[in-house]
């Protein structure tokens, strides 16, 4: 199921989580960049971009997801 790409918040969510981990960067705005140009194919990224970087926030700083 790894190669499949939903165009949806969820299926975003995973994605990003799987690269986030695989970065090593302490700049946490530069590594959110870096996520998204690997994620630059994803559908939910290519048409929501806007609410793409919301979700990517909300784990990193609400969820505390990454610390």
Excluded: G, T
């Excluded at 939910?44 to 970087?53: G, K, Q």
């Amino acid at each position: 199921m790894k190669d499949k790409l939903y165009d949806n918040a969820d299926s975003f969510a995973k994605s990003f989580d799987e690269e986030w981990e695989n970065i090593d960067c302490d700049d946490i705005p530069y590594k959110i960049d870096k996520v998204f140009e690997l994620l630059s194919d994803h559908p939910f990224l290519i048409s929501n971009p806007e609410n793409a970087r919301k979700i990517a926030e909300f784990r990193i700083f609400s969820l505390k997801k990454f610390q």
